[in-house]
């Protein structure tokens, strides 16, 4: 099992460049999250998905898009990026939370993104 | 204010020392909380889950005060291996609002 798997590990974008995020995971997860990690803060979350074809938005979605078009795939998207959006961002998936029980995320290396 | 606050710290301790770290949050309708583990650029891992009861794993005990709305986190027996920095996560009702505090840093010395 690989887990939780991140491509690519480091990029570096000019101002207005686009680019696609991949998150793979082997686990059968149904739930899957993108978050942003920023120095001084915690993860926050950009979007999730509770399902293949659903998406949901997160606390800090604006300037990203996603896609599970399969189970095993989260794609993040940044249209056009800005120096703001430089972070290391983190895929995670769990089962599907249940009351009562707490299921823990597992997460991705990281890719770490600077925007110049 | 901050939905989940920890102090930054860096905590800095000599092995074989006992180290605390609490961690306070806003919600009273919080439903479940954990410690994770991060290493210096690498992602975040479990530790431990926060149960009521409080519960203990090895040299880590996590307690849960609902009451007045913190969670702590105790290792005994400080390792060289347990430097890192910890979060304080929380899962509010709903399920996926889940918070995580900017983590605590611990180093441990020789």
């Known amino acids: 099992n690989a887990g939780v798997t991140q491509t690519p590990k480091f990029r570096v974008l000019k101002t207005g460049q686009s680019m696609t995020l991949l998150c793979a995971q082997d686990?059968?997860?149904?739930?899957m999250y993108w978050y942003r990690q920023d120095p001084g803060m915690g993860l926050r979350l950009i979007h999730y998905?509770?399902?293949?074809?659903?998406?949901a938005k997160g606390e800090v979605p604006d300037g990203y898009n996603v896609s599970r078009l399969k189970k095993q795939n989260f794609l993040l998207g940044l249209e056009s990026a800005a120096p703001s959006q430089t972070s290391v961002y983190f895929c995670?998936?769990?089962?599907?939370?249940?009351?009562?029980?707490?299921?823990?995320?597992?997460f991705g290396p990281g890719t770490r993104l600077t925007v110049t | 204010r901050k939905e989940v606050e920890q102090d930054p710290g860096p905590f800095n301790v000599p092995e074989g020392a006992t180290v605390a770290f609490n961690c306070t949050y806003s919600?009273?309708?919080?439903?479940?909380f954990f410690w994770y583990r991060q290493d210096c650029r690498k992602e975040p891992k479990l530790l431990m889950s926060?149960?009521?009861s409080g519960n203990e794993d090895g040299r880590f005990t996590a307690q849960l005060n609902r009451a007045s709305q913190y969670i702590s986190l105790l290792i005994r027996d400080s390792k060289l291996s347990d430097s890192a920095t910890y979060l304080c996560v929380v899962r509010n009702t709903g399920g996926f609002k889940t918070i995580f505090g900017a983590g605590t840093r611990l180093f441990v010395k020789a």
């Open positions: 686990m059968n997860h149904e739930y």
């Open positions: 919600n009273s309708a919080s439903q479940s």
């Open positions: 995670a998936s769990s089962y599907p939370l249940t009351p009562g029980i707490s299921y823990e995320q597992y």
């Open positions: 926060v149960y009521s």
């Open positions: 998905s509770v399902g293949e074809g659903t998406t």
